[in-house]
């Protein structure tokens, strides 16, 4: 038996649901078509609320605000630490100091001139190079002691 389902929704005056079934084949007297009748429950529909959501709403906005301070710290905060640690080291070289630069280069420290360094990177040849503060990557002296 090849049945079309046809479903209609009532309308909004509280009337009720129709669920009909027709034969394909409509010159077939032996099936027939029914009818059936579906009550409608439009007042259950509308009052029923969806559940309250665990981080809705000032939950959602308090996560938020964590995960932004989260992020101030990992990308902000930590590498301007970094700096500052820096920023000290350099300052505080004076002549003698043995230093390491970013590039692997070890060294004694003749003479600091603001944003510049003057270095002694051989005894016997007195070879002495110019760098910039900022290359300087560890002071050895005070690490040492």
Do not use: C
């Amino acid at each position: 038996m090849k049945n079309v389902w046809i479903i209609a929704q009532a309308d909004t005056n509280g009337g009720s649901s129709v669920v009909s079934s027709e034969s394909i084949e409509g010159s077939n007297a032996s099936e027939s078509s029914s009818t059936t009748q579906v009550p409608s429950d439009q007042n259950n529909l509308n009052t029923q609320a969806p559940p309250p959501s665990p981080f809705g709403g000032k939950g959602m906005l308090i996560i938020w605000g964590l995960m932004i301070v989260m992020m101030y710290f990992m990308m902000v905060r930590g590498p301007k630490k970094k700096q500052k640690e820096h920023t000290k080291m350099v300052d505080s070289l004076s002549k003698n100091d043995r230093i390491r630069t970013v590039g692997g280069i070890i060294g004694t420290v003749i003479e600091v001139k603001g944003d510049e360094v003057v270095i002694k990177i051989d005894e016997s040849n007195n070879t002495k190079m110019r760098i910039a503060a900022s290359a300087i990557g560890k002071n050895l002296s005070k690490d040492n002691q």
